[in-house]
């Protein structure tokens, strides 16, 4: 979906791009008619702007924003009645149900507008290149630690040699050890910090595989990554950045997973076999009356 990543993207633009991206987000069904000039006028900038403002995007021109923005309404007017009426606020008089519905509808926007953007040759690259790799790094810090510990616990339940490493003198010092064999996976919402960027970088001069989870395609650990996968953010009052795009970054993980898992067929299967009775073996059962 396109308005979530005009959303996403418009803190990062110019004054003139701010001002296409904010008339677009409020009226997108009227965006749809008219030409590139005609919004530039209507916005006080150019056509040229409005072209910028599309490549801004990632978009190849302004007629694949006018399709992106029909095929978004189009799948609106099909889902249940009020949902696409819901937007990112939580007001202080808000009832519970509108919390709830606020909540799961962005959450379920970001994974839809992921999933539909997500680049299917870079994602089978990274896992064609873990599942070869002797080692995976993985590097993460605050809540993209998080994400990092549940990449490692997924890829280490199916054979993987993974570790996250989520203090950045840790980080650089495995990085420094790894080799042509190995593969990196950097984890940063913002895509510039620093604590992940720089052992993502030391890695990959040793010659690993690098990729990168962001949500910003165009951000130094996107730069400094052999590929990049990126996510959108279902932001909402009280949850920014890396809290709103945790959904759809995990979605990313998970699909990365189900194909290293499918790539390393019997090893993954047989990984699973030997540890799938530990968890239940730690569960305790109801008493029996």
């Known amino acids: 979906m396109i308005t979530p990543l005009i959303r996403s993207e418009l803190p990062r633009m110019s004054g003139s791009l701010r001002k ?15 030409s590139a000039a005609e ?67 962005a959450d379920l926007r970001a994974l839809r507008h992921t999933a539909d953007r997500l ?34 616990a997924r890829l280490f339940g199916i054979g993987c040699a993974a570790r996250a490493w989520t203090e950045v003198h840790a980080a650089e010092t495995s990085a420094a050890l790894l080799t042509p064999s190995d593969a990196v996976v950097a984890v940063s919402h913002s895509g510039g910090t620093r604590e992940v960027l720089e052992p993502l970088r030391l890695a990959a ?24 996968l990126t996510s959108y953010s279902g932001e909402t009052s009280f949850r920014r950045g890396n809290f709103g795009t945790r959904h759809s970054v995990l979605l990313i993980v998970d699909c990365l997973y189900a194909r290293v898992a499918q790539l390393t067929y019997d090893r993954a299967t047989a990984s699973i076999a030997l540890t799938g ?12 009356r």
């Open 20 to 34: 296409v991206g904010e008339l677009v987000l409020a009226d997108p069904a009227a965006a749809t008619h008219g």
């Open 39 to 105: 919004l530039g006028r209507r916005t006080g900038t150019s056509q040229a702007t409005v072209t910028r403002f599309c490549r801004a995007l990632g978009l190849d021109s302004y007629q694949q924003l006018l399709i992106e923005l029909a095929q978004e309404l189009g799948r609106s007017e099909a889902e249940p009645p009020g949902s696409a009426a819901l937007g990112p606020q939580i007001g202080p008089e808000d009832d519970l149900e509108r919390v709830i519905a606020v909540v799961a509808e």
């Open 119 to 152: 680049d299917r040759e870079a994602l089978e690259r990274a896992a064609q290149a873990l599942a070869r790799a002797r080692r995976i790094d993985v590097y993460g810090v605050g809540g993209s630690g998080i994400v990092a510990r549940e990449t490692e």
């Open 205 to 228: 001069g040793r010659g690993a595989f690098t990729v990168a989870v962001t949500g910003d395609p165009r951000a130094p650990i996107a730069q400094a990554a052999d590929v990049t």
């Open 277 to 288: 009775h530990i968890a239940d073996a730690h569960t305790a059962r109801p008493r029996r």
